[in-house]
């Protein structure tokens, strides 16, 4: 069974950035590494949304709000996925889950607020 722990949330002002990290720690690296793996959150009184993804050959993909401001990116030998968040946004508050083999961490809260 997969085990996802996320982390690196946080209250951030406007501008600032923050570093997410999902550990799979139930995964070989193996396994891990031969993933497409992925980022999504959920605000407030909203439906979950995707917000990027990463395949094993390293091809990322962003939702259009925060292309140019986020970086995914994996570690396949420590079987982590991080989510670099720069120029961070009041509309970036959400909890933040990441997603491996359709399976879901406890997410961890980003709020960005002055």
């Known amino acids: 069974q997969v085990q996802l722990v996320e982390s690196g949330g946080g209250l951030v002002q406007p501008g600032g950035s923050l570093n997410l990290s999902c550990v799979a720690s139930?995964?070989?690296?193996?396994?891990?590494?031969?993933?497409?793996v992925g980022w999504y959150r959920q605000a407030p009184g909203k439906e979950r949304e995707f917000v990027a993804r990463?395949?094993?050959?390293?091809?990322?993909k962003y939702i259009d709000s925060v292309k140019g401001r986020f970086t995914i990116s994996r570690d396949n030998a420590k079987t982590t996925l991080y989510l670099q968040m720069n120029s961070l946004k009041p509309e970036d508050t959400a909890i933040y889950y990441c997603?491996?083999?359709?399976?879901w961490g406890q997410g961890t809260q980003v709020t960005v607020s002055s």
């Open positions: 990463i395949l094993p050959s390293g091809d990322t």
């Open positions: 139930s995964l070989t690296t193996t396994i891990f590494g031969s993933l497409g």
């Open positions: 997603n491996v083999l359709a399976r």
